[in-house]
């Protein structure tokens, strides 16, 4: 029972940090989502659920982890990966940086950070990758309720990250 409702809880907060951007600044019809983002990914182990603002999620009903998958075009073109970044994590408590390394992703450098931190109280591990590619930012997110999880959630996101094509 108590598994369920925190599960839950990750849940939300996923779908809610993943809509970060749109809810900082608001959103109009200038902002549009990617047409040529698609993804692949396809796991037992992993199940589709609704997205809320996102274009694309997935959870892992067994860790309760969820990987989100969010494009913006035309809005934030401009604005530096790391500061992408920020406005993620604008609704986590006390973020603590694990690792951030530049990188090359479908043939564009990329920004991937992993984060601890809370969101709503709940301790949080976040691994994040932000791209732009033809004036769209791109985040890929997963998120997970601990450490362990954590961390063995990282090879499927992997896995999903290799399965997207944002050409």
Excluded at 63 to 76: D, E, F, L, R, W
Excluded at 121 to 143: A, E, H, P, S
């Amino acid at each position: 029972m108590i598994s369920g409702i925190k599960n839950s809880i990750i849940i939300g907060l996923a779908l809610l940090v993943c809509s970060s951007c749109s809810l900082l600044v608001g959103s109009s019809d200038n902002d549009l989502k990617s047409e040529t983002m698609r993804i692949n990914y396809l796991s037992s182990n992993w199940q589709p659920i609704t997205p809320d603002s996102a274009d694309y999620a997935v959870q892992n009903p067994v860790s309760g982890s969820v990987i989100t998958a969010n494009s913006m075009c035309k809005k934030y073109d401009s604005t530096s990966l790391k500061h992408l970044t920020i406005n993620i994590l604008s609704g986590v408590e006390s973020p603590i940086e694990l690792s951030s390394i530049t990188l090359q992703f479908n043939a564009r450098e990329a920004l991937q950070t992993a984060i601890k931190g809370k969101l709503d109280g709940v301790l949080t591990f976040m691994d994040i990758l932000t791209v732009r590619k033809n004036r769209c930012v791109y985040d890929f997110i997963l998120i997970s309720p601990n450490r362990k999880t954590f961390e063995r959630d990282q090879r499927d996101f992997k896995q999903f990250l290799s399965d997207v094509d944002i050409d």
